[in-house]
């Protein structure tokens, strides 16, 4: 057996969950990237986690994928044998990155909030996020949306994932059966909690038959919905004993709907804010628990673990911010880790508006297969002014690919304005992408020249000149604005 990591002993741990080996406890959780639906976008998912597969993640759960037609109603879907071939794509991709890294598919019917007029629920209840109001399954329907989880976790071992992952909460459809809110039957779907949670329970029936014994099942379940209304906790543990008696491996637990009010991933949470509630379950459950939500550092994952909070630990924005994330925890290399500053403008925000995800400190994720920084054979004498963002992003790829590169910078420190924006309470991870930064200027031999200002004369030695000096903040043209009491957002902040 191998030593324990020094630092991480939890973190980089074998894990068994009966069907398969876990070579650590770090997960690359499902989030959704948009590349599902983009042109060759199973060719870009593959380069995607693929990167990640070889950077040392444990495990992958991929975007959601819906069963059906109504289960998403626009791009991907994994429910004909001719979709199986793309999925291939990824699969192989990962393994022939790390055979021993295990790559689920997340199966994702969106219920009500599938961009579809053909959306269904359990009821016609309209939610408060969705587009369109559903249509209320039929006993029928019901049943064709259970045949319909089943072959396509079949499909999923047929393209070589190692597993699946159910999604059970958040809004989507299972979660919708659980809730008296959005579950107005009184057939045997609905009414007491035995029947709301029937099919919840029949999906994991299904899926475990058509999929067989030796096949990773997670389900991810509403430990904390936040809804008016929604589950307590006493119904949250008996749906999860009764899914794990019906063949589920890993318990994944999910916090908030989606259109509930409380905030669980956003940068002014705190780090790992929602885990002792998997722990709560980890304790009734007796399986292995997937615990997620703002665990961005290796040392929070590792305190994470050691609370007994789960044993294994969800950090998929992370792994989108860094891709090689463990790989540099594993290497104690934790000061070069680009860190993940929760603020879901480039990830959530453009989900949310059915843009491609990518990520606000690294550009590249989610274009691996286009945006490629190779060697140069032409290096030159480059110099950049201004050590925002923008300055130093640019001078650390410059400087990695072989350019000589000077960065000049006016005030004492770097980081520009983005030192004001680490100021406002709740954006102190802003601080994280600060030292990623100044690490990385050391590390790439970038000359840092502080306290400097350049003129024309100054930059005439270099090759290339790159102007970063940021932007003077625009003067809304309103009543008032004039007024001596009004300040602009620096002078308030400062």
Not at 151 to 170: P, Q
Request: aromatic letters at 6%.
């Amino acid at each position: 057996m191998p030593a324990a990591h020094p630092r991480y002993p939890l973190l980089f741990s074998p894990l068994d969950i009966g069907v398969a080996k876990l070579k650590n406890r770090a997960l690359m959780g499902s989030m959704h990237t948009g590349l599902e639906e983009a042109e060759n976008g199973f060719a870009k998912q593959a380069a995607f986690f693929a990167e990640r597969a070889k950077n040392g993640v444990g495990m992958i759960i991929t975007g959601g994928i819906p069963p059906n037609f109504e289960g998403g109603g626009r791009g991907s879907k994994l429910s004909e044998p001719h979709e199986v071939a793309e999925h291939r794509l990824v699969t192989e991709a990962v393994h022939a990155a790390d055979p021993d890294v295990k790559i689920c598919l997340q199966i994702l019917h969106t219920g009500p909030l599938a961009r579809t007029s053909e959306c269904v629920a359990p009821s016609a209840v309209k939610s408060r996020i969705g587009a369109y109001m559903p249509n209320a399954l039929t006993a029928e329907g019901i049943e064709k949306q259970l045949r319909d989880f089943a072959n396509c976790a079949a499909l999923a071992k047929e393209a070589g994932y190692d597993g699946v992952e159910i999604i059970g909460s958040a809004g989507y459809l299972i979660s919708t059966f659980l809730v008296e809110k959005t579950n107005l039957r009184t057939d045997e779907w609905g009414g007491p909690f035995e029947n709301r949670m029937r099919f919840a329970v029949e999906v994991v029936r299904r899926v475990r038959k058509a999929v067989g014994p030796d096949f990773i099942l997670i389900f991810r379940i509403s430990a904390m919905d936040m809804l008016q209304g929604g589950l307590a906790w006493e119904e949250v543990v008996q749906l999860g004993k009764a899914i794990v008696a019906e063949g589920v491996n890993v318990v994944s637990t999910h916090f908030c709907w989606h259109e509930a009010l409380v905030p669980t991933i956003a940068t002014m949470v705190p780090r790992a804010a929602f885990t002792q509630v998997t722990g709560r379950l980890r304790k009734e459950l007796g399986v292995p628990m997937i615990t997620s939500n703002r665990i961005n550092m290796p040392h929070v994952a590792e305190e994470v673990l050691a609370r007994g909070d789960g044993d294994i630990v969800s950090m998929a924005r992370p792994m989108l911010a860094d891709a090689e994330l463990v790989k540099k925890a594993f290497e104690g290399r934790e000061d070069e880790i680009n860190t993940c500053i929760a603020c879901n403008q480039a990830c959530l925000d453009h989900t949310f508006n059915g843009k491609l995800v990518s990520c606000l400190v690294n550009p590249r994720a989610c274009h691996e297969t286009e945006l490629n920084y190779l060697p140069t054979n032409l290096p030159k004498k480059i110099a950049v002014v201004g050590a925002g963002p923008a300055g130093l992003a640019f001078s650390i790829t410059a400087a990695e690919r072989g350019h000589k590169v000077t960065l000049f910078e006016a005030n004492s420190d770097i980081g520009g304005q983005f030192n004001l924006a680490r100021k406002i309470p709740g954006k102190e991870e802003f601080d994280e992408t600060i030292r990623y930064f100044r690490r990385m200027i050391a590390l790439r031999g970038v000359d840092l020249r502080l306290d400097t200002r350049v003129d024309a004369d100054a930059l005439s030695d270099f090759d290339e000149v790159i102007v970063a000096t940021g932007i003077e903040p625009r003067t809304p043209q309103v009543p008032g604005i004039d007024h001596p009491k009004v300040v602009g957002y620096m002078d308030a902040i400062l």
